[in-house]
């Protein structure tokens, strides 16, 4: 599944062209709908997450993204507070290879991300990395089970199950379609034992050049009992990137990247 | 005993029912007056602040979105080289979050540009120049991020000095982070574009002239629009999206009202159903009856309107005094809104006591007999 972020912002990206003929969809061609918004190219996310746990926590993050049918690449990287600036994630996942990535703590901590590691918290949020890199649009075994009112609007609940060549801390994750717009308005991850591991709902959705985006999000993680809620405030697409952003030396850099055409 | 006599008596025959219909009608006007009072204070802070500045014109993408999309710089030449246009000052307006708080307009001006002028310290100083890493606040967004001249505050990537505390003279203003343009541009990865160009024109010019210059305007600059500084907050989709949900909000909240007001009257003239044939045995007129119900179900509308804006300015200034919201409204609590909402009120109670009147108009004073 994709995180909110990627899921709202990315699904932002990616965007909505509205479906005349939603109801004749199969759950391939949703799934595939909905997978294809997501390789929007590069974008540039900001956003506010505040952590509700033991104790509250604001950051301000910043999303760098270049999401391709051939491989997406993600960087996570705190702005704010001061203290834990620069701490940044980096990402990698191609087509049939295990999602990996890097975890920058300044000055100098690098630490790999194997693919058993994905379960860990991003930021100290109720999103693990496997939520922000996992694209589960695009897993073979997808599946319409019912449909359901969320917030005034029919959504089809479509399940998606990882095929064998994928890896994901999840068995099993169902997300509540808007299929007009185009943006997942509920998400449930469930594991293997068919414990739900992680809830994310869309409680503020934006339309941004005819596309809808879930620009606010909030993530409950039944085992940990807490949330993150997530406000996005900005999103630009197009902008420019080079190789050495998505590299562990990139994520030395706090810059944000120049606008492209928008 | 008068006839107005005869419609308060009326009412006040059940005055526990009376007054609970009172105050659903009551909560639907308040809402009314909260809702529409806000999303107006907006647009009218939003004009004040247009004013303070001397701005005639905007030029902007304003669409959609709360803020307008970026377009190149060189916009503003062209813009300038209209005829009729005296001044232009380019500007880049984001509305995000910063550091803790809650979403705020931060509002970067072309160094040594008019939009800078008006501004008033109120502490500390204006920054030295276009490159020097400062900001400076707004009293309701220094009161808001809680800093004071010297603090630090980070936009985006980089984290700049509050040199100064300012008043603008408008809401808008007052709730803004201003940085200048050049500033701003590095910062968010944006050089060479802006957002919006405030336009002055010759002054004493008309609405004619005024409108005369968007149009030459909006025929060299076909990627932006230029609007009199009057219509462009009306003009934004997401104001007129809120307007929209308050007004059909305060509607829901009204027709409960109507239902409520024409469940008390429909009750009246069943219970009085003896009374009234009474009335007509006596020779009232049907129209006389038909008014009397009516005249009861209009008081309770102007009662319940006049208690209704009452709530509605102490629910206001309730919610202006929370932490969070303090200094982000400015409600127009204007007399024009209180008549309105009155006015919406009595016609509720007269269109709620339609049915009810023509109800007991059909009454017979034979029906008195049967008890």
């Known amino acids: 599944m994709k995180n909110r972020l990627s899921t709202a912002f990315a699904c932002a990206c990616v965007a909505s062209f509205s479906l005349a003929d939603d109801t004749a969809m199969s759950a391939s061609q949703l799934a595939a709908r909905l997978n294809a918004l997501q390789q929007d190219g590069n974008s540039h996310v900001r956003l506010k997450m505040e952590i509700h746990a033991a104790a509250r926590e604001s950051l301000q993050l910043q999303i760098k993204q270049r999401r391709t049918s051939s491989g997406t690449d993600i960087v996570y990287q705190i702005l704010w507070p001061k203290e834990r600036a620069g701490e940044s994630v980096l990402l990698r996942k191609s087509p049939g290879d295990a999602a990996r990535g890097t975890l920058f703590v300044p000055p100098n901590t690098l630490r790999a991300i194997e693919p058993a590691q994905l379960k860990e918290p991003l930021f100290g949020s109720d999103l693990c990395y496997a939520d922000v890199i996992d694209n589960f649009f695009a897993w073979d075994q997808q599946a319409i089970v019912g449909s359901e009112v969320v917030d005034r609007t029919t959504c089809q609940i479509l399940e998606s199950r990882p095929g064998r060549g994928e890896r994901s801390p999840y068995a099993v994750v169902r997300s509540w379609i808007d299929t007009r717009r185009l943006v997942p308005l509920r998400i449930e991850k469930y594991s293997s034992a068919g414990k739900l591991m992680r809830r994310i709902e869309t409680t503020r959705v934006v339309s941004d050049d005819g596309r809808h985006l879930p620009a606010n999000l909030t993530v409950t993680s039944p085992q940990r009992a807490s949330s993150t809620e997530i406000d996005g405030s900005r999103l630009r697409r197009g902008v420019a990137y080079t190789d050495r952003d998505f590299t562990p030396e990139g994520l030395k850099e706090l810059a944000t990247p120049r606008a492209g055409a928008d | 005993m008068t006839f107005p006599t005869i419609i308060v008596r009326g009412l006040m025959r059940r005055p526990v029912r009376t007054g609970l219909t009172l105050f659903g009608i009551s909560i639907g006007i308040a809402a009314v007056v909260a809702l529409v ?50 001044d232009t000052c380019a500007l880049f307006v984001d509305f995000t979050s910063v550091e803790d708080s809650p979403m705020l307009i931060v509002s970067a001006r072309e160094w040594g540009g008019f939009s800078w002028n008006h ?46 505390i300012v008043d603008g003279g408008a ?38 002239e005024i409108q005369r210059v968007c149009e030459a305007i909006n025929r060299v600059v076909p990627e932006a629009k230029a609007m009199s500084a009057g219509e462009h907050i009306a003009s934004s989709e997401a104001y007129r999206f809120v307007q929209a949900m308050s007004w059909s909000t305060s509607l829901l909240a009204v027709i409960m009202g109507v239902l409520g007001v024409m469940n008390t009257m429909l009750m009246t003239v069943f219970e009085r159903k003896q009374e009234i044939c009474i009335l007509l045995a006596i020779g009232w007129r049907r129209r006389r009856i038909m008014l009397m119900i009516l005249g009861e179900s209009a008081l309770l509308g102007l009662l319940g309107g006049m208690v209704g804006v009452l709530i509605g300015v102490l629910g206001v200034k309730a919610i202006h005094g929370l932490p969070g919201i303090r200094g982000l409204l400015d409600p127009d609590l204007s007399p024009r809104l209180f008549v309105t909402s009155v006015t919406i009120s009595i016609g509720v109670g007269v269109l709620s006591g339609l049915y009810p009147a023509w109800r007991s108009s059909r009454l017979t004073p034979s029906l008195a007999l049967q008890g």
Not at chain 2, 124 to 133: I, L, S, V
Not at chain 2, 144 to 163: A, N, S
Not at chain 2, 172 to 195: C, K
């Open chain 2, 119 to 164: 501004l008033k310290i109120v502490s500390g100083r204006m920054p030295n120049d276009a490159t020097e890493p400062a900001v400076v606040l707004g009293r309701t967004a220094a009161e808001t991020l809680k800093k004071k001249v010297g603090d630090p505050i980070q936009i985006d990537i980089r984290e700049l000095k509050v040199v100064g």
């Open chain 2, 37 to 86: 009072g806000v999303s107006r204070g907006f647009e009218t802070s939003w004009n004040v602040g247009m004013r303070t500045r001397h701005i005639d014109i905007v030029v902007s993408t304003l669409g959609s979105g709360i803020t307008p999309k970026p377009f190149d710089a060189s916009v503003r030449d062209r813009v300038a080289a209209v005829p009729g246009v005296t």
């Open chain 2, 171 to 208: 809401l808008v203003e007052n709730g803004s982070v201003m940085l200048s343009l050049d500033l701003m541009q590095e910062i968010t990865g944006n050089e060479g574009r802006i957002n919006i160009i405030d336009v002055r024109v010759k002054p004493g010019s008309s609405e004619e």
